[in-house]
């Protein structure tokens, strides 16, 4: 065979950047056993993935440490990052320790309409209280 009759070397899948290539996980922890990582053309890993069975029927698809938007082709299922929380954040902080105060103040509320209506007070009184009307009191309090 002649230089000129020596195929032509083709790249792989992988080497076009057609497909992400897969990176087992080295045998170690039982947590470990399964996991595939995804790299992309230039090393980094893209998704790690693992299946195990359902505690019902059939199998769970767990993916993790997504770096980019995933579409599931044949599905309307789109995965997407986890987003990136700069957990220090003024802004976070104020936040979560709003919703917090909000639901203390909430359970408080519930609590303090509870114990009107049990000394026996009035969807009235009580609506008058919270600024509303008794119906609007008694429908969103009158489950307790």
Request: glycine letters at 8%.
């Amino acid at each position: 065979m002649t230089p000129r009759e020596t195929p032509a070397y083709e790249r792989t899948q992988y080497e076009a950047g057609w497909r992400l290539k897969p990176r087992p996980w080295p045998v170690g922890p039982s947590e470990s056993y399964g996991k595939v990582d995804f790299d992309d053309g230039e090393g980094k890993a893209v998704l790690t993935l693992y299946i195990q069975r359902a505690p019902e029927e059939g199998y769970v698809l767990h993916v993790e440490h997504l770096a980019a938007p995933l579409r599931v082709d044949g599905t309307l299922l789109r995965l997407s990052p986890a987003p990136q929380v700069d957990r220090g954040a003024e802004n976070f902080r104020r936040i979560t320790a709003a919703r917090t105060a909000a639901a203390k103040a909430e359970a408080e509320l519930d609590s303090a309409v509870s114990a009107a209506r049990a000394k026996g007070d009035s969807w009235e009184v009580i609506g008058a209280a919270l600024g509303t009307s008794a119906r609007t009191a008694r429908e969103r309090f009158g489950h307790h």
